[in-house]
Nanobody
Framework: VQLQASGGGLVQAGGSVRLSCAAS????????MGWFRQAPGKEREFVGI?????????YSDSVKGRFTISGDNAKKNMVYLEMNSLEPEDTAVYYC??????????????????WGQGTQVTVSS
Protein backbone atom coordinates (compact mmCIF):
# COMPACT_ATOMS: atom_id res chain seq x y z
CA VAL A 1 0.00 0.00 0.00
CA GLN A 2 1.32 3.39 -0.96
CA LEU A 3 0.06 6.90 -0.38
CA GLN A 4 1.59 9.50 -2.65
CA ALA A 5 1.10 13.14 -1.70
CA SER A 6 1.89 16.06 -3.96
CA GLY A 7 1.29 19.78 -4.31
CA GLY A 8 3.23 21.36 -1.46
CA GLY A 9 5.44 24.40 -1.79
CA LEU A 10 6.11 27.96 -0.73
CA VAL A 11 3.21 30.41 -0.54
CA GLN A 12 2.65 33.84 0.94
CA ALA A 13 0.32 34.40 3.86
CA GLY A 14 -3.23 34.74 2.65
CA GLY A 15 -2.55 32.54 -0.34
CA SER A 16 -3.80 29.10 -1.31
CA VAL A 17 -2.34 25.68 -1.96
CA ARG A 18 -3.93 22.44 -3.09
CA LEU A 19 -2.57 19.07 -2.04
CA SER A 20 -3.42 15.74 -3.63
CA CYS A 21 -2.99 12.22 -2.37
CA ALA A 22 -3.30 9.01 -4.35
CA ALA A 23 -3.61 5.58 -2.74
CA SER A 24 -2.45 2.49 -4.54
CA UNK A 25 -1.65 -1.10 -3.72
CA UNK A 26 -3.32 -4.35 -2.77
CA UNK A 27 -5.82 -2.80 -0.41
CA UNK A 28 -6.77 0.57 -1.79
CA UNK A 29 -10.52 0.87 -1.28
CA UNK A 30 -10.36 3.15 1.68
CA UNK A 31 -13.41 4.65 3.28
CA UNK A 32 -11.37 7.33 5.03
CA MET A 33 -8.58 9.42 3.57
CA GLY A 34 -7.23 12.61 5.00
CA TRP A 35 -4.39 14.67 6.36
CA PHE A 36 -2.23 15.25 9.41
CA ARG A 37 0.56 17.78 9.70
CA GLN A 38 3.70 18.29 11.72
CA ALA A 39 5.38 21.61 12.29
CA PRO A 40 9.01 21.83 13.44
CA GLY A 41 9.30 20.98 17.11
CA LYS A 42 5.63 20.10 17.44
CA GLU A 43 3.53 16.96 17.64
CA ARG A 44 1.87 15.59 14.55
CA GLU A 45 -1.68 16.90 14.54
CA PHE A 46 -4.97 16.15 12.85
CA VAL A 47 -6.02 18.40 9.97
CA GLY A 48 -9.04 16.67 8.47
CA ILE A 49 -10.45 13.58 6.82
CA UNK A 50 -13.05 12.67 4.23
CA UNK A 51 -15.28 9.64 4.75
CA UNK A 52 -16.97 8.15 1.73
CA UNK A 53 -19.48 6.16 3.77
CA UNK A 54 -20.57 9.27 5.64
CA UNK A 55 -20.16 11.52 2.61
CA UNK A 56 -18.65 14.28 4.62
CA UNK A 57 -15.44 15.77 5.87
CA UNK A 58 -14.28 16.42 9.40
CA TYR A 59 -11.84 19.16 10.34
CA SER A 60 -9.73 20.38 13.20
CA ASP A 61 -10.87 23.66 14.71
CA SER A 62 -7.66 25.35 13.60
CA VAL A 63 -8.42 24.86 9.90
CA LYS A 64 -12.22 24.81 9.83
CA GLY A 65 -13.55 27.41 7.42
CA ARG A 66 -10.21 27.77 5.64
CA PHE A 67 -9.41 24.24 4.46
CA THR A 68 -11.57 21.92 2.38
CA ILE A 69 -11.06 18.18 2.00
CA SER A 70 -12.76 16.35 -0.82
CA GLY A 71 -12.78 12.97 -2.45
CA ASP A 72 -13.11 12.11 -6.10
CA ASN A 73 -16.19 10.15 -7.20
CA ALA A 74 -14.43 8.97 -10.35
CA LYS A 75 -11.08 8.22 -8.70
CA LYS A 76 -12.07 6.65 -5.43
CA ASN A 77 -8.55 6.47 -4.07
CA MET A 78 -7.81 10.17 -4.31
CA VAL A 79 -8.22 12.86 -1.72
CA TYR A 80 -7.58 16.58 -1.99
CA LEU A 81 -6.82 19.30 0.53
CA GLU A 82 -7.63 22.83 -0.59
CA MET A 83 -5.98 25.29 1.78
CA ASN A 84 -7.06 28.92 1.68
CA SER A 85 -6.25 31.99 3.77
CA LEU A 86 -2.98 30.38 4.74
CA GLU A 87 -1.14 31.60 7.80
CA PRO A 88 2.51 31.18 8.80
CA GLU A 89 1.24 28.83 11.52
CA ASP A 90 0.13 26.43 8.78
CA THR A 91 3.75 25.80 7.87
CA ALA A 92 4.34 22.09 8.29
CA VAL A 93 4.94 18.79 6.59
CA TYR A 94 1.53 17.48 5.55
CA TYR A 95 0.96 13.73 5.64
CA CYS A 96 -1.73 11.84 3.82
CA UNK A 97 -3.43 9.02 5.74
CA UNK A 98 -5.89 6.31 4.87
CA UNK A 99 -8.11 3.89 6.74
CA UNK A 100 -10.37 1.11 5.47
CA UNK A 101 -13.24 1.95 7.79
CA UNK A 102 -14.52 5.03 9.55
CA UNK A 103 -13.64 5.45 13.21
CA UNK A 104 -15.17 7.88 15.68
CA UNK A 105 -11.60 8.58 16.79
CA UNK A 106 -10.68 9.76 13.31
CA UNK A 107 -8.64 12.64 14.80
CA UNK A 108 -6.26 10.25 16.59
CA UNK A 109 -3.11 9.52 14.60
CA UNK A 110 -2.94 6.05 16.21
CA UNK A 111 -5.97 5.07 14.14
CA UNK A 112 -3.92 5.14 10.96
CA UNK A 113 -1.44 2.54 9.81
CA UNK A 114 -1.05 3.91 6.30
CA TRP A 115 0.87 7.15 5.90
CA GLY A 116 2.27 9.00 2.93
CA GLN A 117 5.80 10.36 2.78
CA GLY A 118 4.77 13.94 3.55
CA THR A 119 4.87 17.11 1.53
CA GLN A 120 6.20 20.43 2.80
CA VAL A 121 4.01 23.52 2.89
CA THR A 122 5.75 26.75 3.87
CA VAL A 123 3.77 29.93 4.41
CA SER A 124 5.81 33.14 4.47
CA SER A 125 4.65 36.25 6.31
Amino acid sequence: VQLQASGGGLVQAGGSVRLSCAASGVTSNYDVMGWFRQAPGKEREFVGIFSRSRRRAYYSDSVKGRFTISGDNAKKNMVYLEMNSLEPEDTAVYYCVARLHYSVAYYDRRQYENWGQGTQVTVSS
